[in-house]
C-alpha cells in the first residue's frame, strides 16, 4: 500500500504499492523520488509519522517520515525553527546506536520533512500498558542503558528537554532503550543563563524548564520522573504532593519492593531544587554502580523477608520451593498408599487367598467383639501363642474374629470384653 502525503486527500490508503501518483487527489506518492510512505504510525502537534521504505536501496529498508505542517498553524515561525532544530541535532547526535540516524531533511510543497532511522520495537508508554509497573531489576538496566546515552547528548552539549516513556523505544532486535523525537532539543550555547522557549511535557519537565532555563539536570529529573512512573503506573502529577513540594511516589508502590539504594537515587534524580539534584548523568551512574545487590534495604516489603539461602547463587529459588514441595507431595502420596495397604492386609490378611493356611496353622479362634489391639493383648498373655490374625466383621460372618497359631487362650474378661475360645471347625 501507498499511503498519500497530501494532508487533505480524503483517502489517502487506498493506493497500490507501486503507484506513482495517488488515485484520489492526484499527488505524488514518492518524497524526493525516493521514499515511499506506507502507513502513518503517529501524529504529533504540527505534523504527522509516516512508515515508509527507501526505493534506492535494493533491500528497500524501512524508514520514518516526519511531515510538519507550521504554515497551517499560528506559530509558523517557531515550527520552522523546531524542525530544522532537529535535523541539525539527529546529523550531529545521529552517529551513536542509540539515536535514530537522520537519512535526509529538505522542504517540499510548503510542507517539511525528516527521514530519519526506522526503529523496529515498543515505547516504554507501551511496554507499561501492556506488562503492569516495571521491577526495580528493570529500572537498574534502564538507567544503565540510557545514561550513557544522556552523557553523550550532553558532552554535544545538546539538553533532550522531552525524555518521556514515549520517547523511549525498546529496540526488537537487541533490546536497547533508543532515545528519540529532538524536536524539543536545544543547543547550549557558551553564554548559556538565557531564557529559552518553554517546552517538553507537562508533568515530565523540570521545573527550572518550565520557564525557559533548561540545564542538563533538566534531563536527568525527565529520566527520574520516568523512572517513577513505570514503578508505580501512575501519573507524575498524582505522585507529586504540593504541601510538601516533593515526590511521594513510594506510597504507591503496590507489591512492588525496590531497595532504599535505589529509592534514595531516584529521589536525588527528581529533587525540584537544582542545588541537590544530580549536576550529570555520569555522577547517577557512579552512584548506581556502586550498589552491591538488586534488593538490599527494602522500601515496602509486604511479606516477612525469609533467611539466608543456601542455594547456589545462580540458582532459582522459587523453582527449587517448586520442586521440593513436588517431591514433598509425592513422598505424602506414597505414604499413604503403603499405609492404607497395610490397614487392609493387616484387618484382612489377603483372606481369600490365604484361607488353608489360616485353617492349618491358626487352629483356635477367639471370637467376641475384639479389635486388632485386643488380639494383640490376647497372645500377648499366651507364651505359647505365636501369632494372631485379626479379622474384621463381614468377611467370614457378622462377628469379628481372633485367629491365634498356638496356644488356646483362656475364656476371661479382659478390658471390659466377653471373650470366648473354640476351635475352628
Known amino acids: ?45 504540527f505534523g504527522v509519522a509516516l512508515l515508509a521504505r527507501d526505493e534506492f536501496k535494493p533491500s528497500q529498508p524501512p524508514c520514518v517520515i516526519k511531515q510538519f505542517l507550521p504554515l497551517e498553524h499560528n506559530n509558523a515561525p517557531k515550527a520552522v525553527e523546531l524542525f530544522r532544530r532537529e535535523a ?34 515498543k515505547t516504554l508508554a507501551c511496554e507499561l500498558a501492556q506488562n503492569g509497573p516495571f521491577r526495580e531489576q528493570q529500572i537498574r538496566i534502564l538507567l544503565q542503558d540510557l545514561l550513557p546515552v544522556l552523557q553523550f547528548i550532553h558532552n554535544g552539549q545538546v539538553i533532550h528537554r522531552d525524555i518521556k516513556p514515549d520517547n523511549i523505544i525498546r529496540r526488537k532486535s537487541d533490546s536497547k532503550l533508543v532515545l528519540v523525537d529532538f524536536g524539543a532539543a536545544k543547543y547550549v550555547t557558551a553564554a ?36 517513577i512512573h513505570l514503578l508505580t503506573g501512575m501519573e ?32 536525588k534524580m527528581v529533587e525540584v531544587a537544582l542545588k541537590n539534584r544530580y549536576k550529570s548523568a555520569d555522577e547517577v551512574l557512579q552512584d548506581l554502580n556502586s550498589l552491591v545487590s538488586p534488593r538490599q534495604t527494602p522500601v515496602l516489603q509486604l511479606h516477612q523477608p525469609q533467611g539466608r539461602s543456601n542455594l547456589p547463587a545462580n540458582s532459582n529459588p522459587n523453582a527449587f520451593f517448586h520442586s521440593a514441595k513436588s517431591w514433598l507431595a509425592a513422598g505424602m502420596l506414597v505414604m ?16 481369600e487367598e490365604n ?12 471370637i467376641s467383639k475384639p479389635d486388632p489391639d485386643l488380639c494383640k ?23 469379628a474374629r481372633c485367629y491365634f497359631k498356638n496356644g488356646v487362650p483362656s475364656p476371661s474378661l479382659r478390658e471390659g470384653r466377653s471373650s470366648s475360645v473354640k476351635p475352628r471347625r
Not at 493506493?15 to 524526493?32: T, W
Not at 517538553?200 to 525557559?212: D, I, K, L, N, R
Not at 484361607?355 to 477367639?366: H, L, P, Q, V
Request: hydrophobic content about 35%; overall charge negative; some cysteine.
Open 192 to 227: 548559556g543563563g538565557e531564557t529559552g522557549t518553554t517546552i517538553g511535557s507537562a508533568g515530565y519537565a523540570a521545573p527550572e524548564q518550565t520557564v525557559g532555563k533548561a540545564v542538563f539536570a533538566s534531563d536527568i529529573y525527565s529520566l527520574g520522573v520516568t523512572c
Open 88 to 121: 541539525v541535532r539527529l546529523e550531529e547526535l545521529g552517529k551513536h546506536p542509540q539515536i535514530p540516524e537522520l537519512l535526509a531533511h529538505f522542504e517540499e510543497a510548503d510542507r517539511l520533512y525528516i527521514v530519519q532511522e526506522f526503529i523496529d520495537g
Open 1 to 45: 500500500m501507498s499511503y498519500c502525503l497530501n494532508p487533505n486527500c480524503q483517502k489517502p490508503s487506498s493506493n497500490p504499492p507501486g503507484a506513482k501518483f495517488c488515485l484520489n487527489c492526484g499527488a505524488s506518492l514518492l518524497l524526493g523520488d525516493r521514499y515511499r510512505p506506507t502507513k502513518s504510525i503517529a501524529r504529533e502537534g
Open 377 to 399: 493383648q490376647i497372645c500377648a498373655v499366651d507364651e505359647q501363642c505365636q501369632s494372631f490374625t485379626y479379622v474384621r466383621p463381614g468377611i467370614e460372618g457378622d462377628r
Open 355 to 366: 484361607t488353608d493356611r489360616i485353617g492349618s496353622d491358626y487352629s483356635n479362634m477367639f
Open 236 to 267: 507524575p502529577f498524582d505522585l507529586y504532593d504540593a504541601s510538601e513540594s516533593k515526590f511521594v511516589w513510594r506510597n504507591y508502590l503496590i507489591n512492588n519492593p525496590i531497595s532504599e539504594e535505589l529509592a534514595r537515587i531516584l529521589d
Open 336 to 351: 499413604l498408599g503403603w499405609g492404607g495397604h497395610e490397614y487392609w492386609r493387616l484387618n484382612r490378611w489377603n483372606l
